[in-house]
């Protein structure tokens, strides 16, 4: 039998590592994503026994979607400039406390091909949080991946789960 290309291979070991934490520990996690267009949450829920602890998720892409799904305000985008960990902290905030899981973890970048001037509009440049009852834990990565989208948007699901994992194993500190 052909093993499957799915999840990609580079998502594959996180996505099993995560699952099994999540199972061991008998939590739950919900997911906000943006730039990895749905990425992390596919990785999640091609691991058997995803219904046990996959409780939802948003692929919040545009600021429509953000306004309608996730609490933001006309207002909100007054002031809104890109991706940022207070932006992602936010997103996983309202969705954790919307579907009630242990986690949420959320990423927002600028996966490419083009980008802007300053560093969070630059493609490979990725805000990702986790919120948990003990708070929210953010963390920027700078891919190096260039305008590379699909590259990009693979590894900004890896570095997500990575921040899930290491909150989790507490090597993420609030």
Do not use: C, Q
Not at 95 to 123: C, F, I, M, Q, W
């Amino acid at each position: 039998m052909a093993s499957s290309e799915f999840p990609p291979e580079s998502i594959r070991e996180i996505a099993a590592e995560v699952a099994s934490l999540l199972k061991e520990r008998k939590e739950t996690i919900t997911v906000a994503e943006t730039a990895a267009g749905g990425l992390i949450s596919a990785a999640l829920l091609s691991r058997p026994g995803a219904s046990g602890f996959y409780k939802g998720g948003l692929t919040l892409y545009t600021l429509e979607s953000r306004i309608a799904y996730a609490g933001w305000t006309p207002d909100i985008l007054k002031t809104y400039a890109g991706p940022t960990p207070a932006v992602v902290a936010g997103l996983a905030e309202h969705v954790n406390k919307t579907l009630g899981s242990t986690y949420t973890v959320s990423e927002s970048g600028t996966a490419g091909p083009t980008g802007g001037t300053t560093r969070n509009r630059t493609p490979g440049y990725v805000a990702l949080a986790v919120t948990s009852a003990a708070g929210t834990v953010t963390r920027e990565v700078e891919t190096g991946l260039g305008g590379d989208r699909e590259a990009n948007m693979v590894r900004f699901a890896v570095e997500g789960l990575k921040l899930v994992r290491d909150v989790i194993t507490g090597e993420a500190k609030l």
